[in-house]
Structure formats: C-alpha cells, structure tokens
C-alpha cells in the first residue's frame, strides 16, 4: 500500500509484500497503525462514497476492514495464509466522517487452521462490529524479491 501513514517494519517482508498489492484495502484509504504474530490494527475514515441507501456506512465496507486486520494478524510467516470463512456482526450504524479501527487478535491456531477475533471500534471506543475469522494455511509462499 502506497499510503504514507502506513509504516510496514522491515522485518516483516511478507506482510510488507501482501499490502504492496492490496489494491482493495489502498483504495478503501484503510492504514495500518501496528501488527505483530496474531494481532493487527487498522484503520479507515468512512466517506461519503461508503454510505449505502440509508446513509450508513455500507456493511461490506466495515467487513472489508475487519477482513483486512484479519488478513494481516493471520499471515505470520512466509506460507501465504486466507480466509476459509468468516461471519459479522453489525452492532450499531455510523456514517461519513466517522473513523472505525478494527483490531484483530488470534484465538487459535494449529498447523493449518486459525481462528481470529475482530472488534471494530468508533473513534469514541464504541464497538461497531464483531468479527470471527476462519483461516487456512496454504502450502504456497511468498515469492522472493529480485
């Protein structure tokens, strides 16, 4: 990700790969403020173009930054880790101008398979979403830099 404010540590080159192409989360303006082994936490102002019909923020938009902060705090090593599921729940609505963090933290996790918990927050600490990430571990990894 192109983003200024993002600061990706060096020691982290697959994390630091897999956002340089995240074309989706770039285009959202989600940062990342910090992530280690299991736990990540992001960052997004809703905007005007987030709303749905009601003037809320579009609930795929909040899924889409708690599934960001899931794809980092799952990806620990150099084997490329996604989602075999999730599941959202919607607690309270908020709308253009409100900034959510997502804060990501690992439950479980086995040779393979991981479980992540997801709390979506206001800036006024208020709970928006939870989210509960499934995760499989591939046999794929990260493609060296040249």
Do not use: Q, W
Not at 14 to 27: F, G, K, T, V
Not at 98 to 116: F, H, I, P, Q
Request: a negative charge; one cysteine or more; proline letters at 3%.
């Amino acid at each position: 990700m192109s983003d200024p404010e993002m600061s990706v540590p060096e020691t982290a080159d697959p994390i630091a790969r897999m956002l340089a192409n995240d074309a989706a989360s770039e285009s959202l303006g989600i940062s990342v403020v910090s992530y280690a082994p299991g736990e990540a936490v992001v960052r997004m102002t809703v905007r005007d173009d987030m709303l749905n019909g009601f003037g809320i923020t579009h609930g795929g938009l909040v899924f889409a930054l708690a599934d960001t902060a899931f794809a980092i705090a799952c990806n620990e090593d150099e084997r490329i880790t996604v989602a075999a599921g999730a599941d959202i729940t919607f607690l309270r609505s908020t709308g253009a101008g409100d900034v959510l963090t997502a804060r990501a933290n690992r439950r479980s996790r086995s040779k393979r398979t991981g479980l992540y918990d997801v709390t979506v927050s206001d800036a006024s600490d208020e709970v928006v979403a939870e989210f509960r990430g499934r995760s499989v571990t591939t046999n794929r990894t990260y493609p060296t830099e040249e």
